[in-house]
């Protein structure tokens, strides 16, 4: 009959490890486990709307200042003119993620007298006259809408390319 040499203490602590332990992945483990994308080529895709989210951020370049925007992830379900849509490694690219950030207090026109994208986005995805008054109840009546638009690549602050939005447009002429 073997005695327990340890304290009650000893136990409670070695129990205590054992419930409470965590462990983290290494720096290794995260990168093999990040997820990659492979960037979309430059070129018009349909996509639909499928993630909104309104909130308040820092203003771009401007750390003391606050603004409202709404965040919003676009999936791509085609290129424009309705063929399969493959990124530059010649993978399907349907479901692919884009993001865009509309800024409902940038709904105007840019200084060369064209539209914003954000105002571009809202007029055609809801169908309205984009020189005209444009309204909506609520951001979310646009989810599940369909916009059109010209997406390109740009690097980020890592140096990494990323897709943009660099502009939407307007549906295509359906033909009967």
Do not use: C
Not at 44 to 59: A, F, G, M, N, R
Not at 78 to 84: C, I, K, N, V
Not at 99 to 116: A, C, E, I
């Amino acid at each position: 009959m073997e005695k327990n040499l340890k304290t009650n203490d000893e136990k409670v602590a070695e129990k205590y490890n054992e419930i409470n332990f965590m462990q983290f992945p290494s720096k290794q483990q995260l990168d093999s486990s990040k997820k990659t994308f492979t960037i979309l080529p430059h070129d018009d895709y349909e996509l639909v709307i499928s993630k909104i989210e309104p909130k308040t951020q820092q203003k771009y370049q401007k750390p003391d200042e606050t603004e409202d925007v709404v965040n919003m992830t676009l999936e791509v379900q085609a290129l424009r003119d309705g063929s399969e849509p493959f990124d530059i490694k010649g993978e399907s690219a349907v479901d692919r993620k884009v993001f865009f950030t509309l800024r409902p207090n940038s709904l105007g026109y840019k200084q060369d007298g064209t539209p914003s994208k954000s105002r571009e986005l809202l007029a055609y995805s809801t169908g309205q006259d984009i020189d005209s008054e444009l309204g909506i109840e609520n951001w979310e009546v646009l989810l599940g809408k369909t916009v059109y638009a010209e997406v390109g690549k740009k690097q980020n602050s890592k140096g990494e390319d990323k897709n943009i939005i660099l502009r939407f447009l307007l549906p295509p002429k359906r033909t009967s």
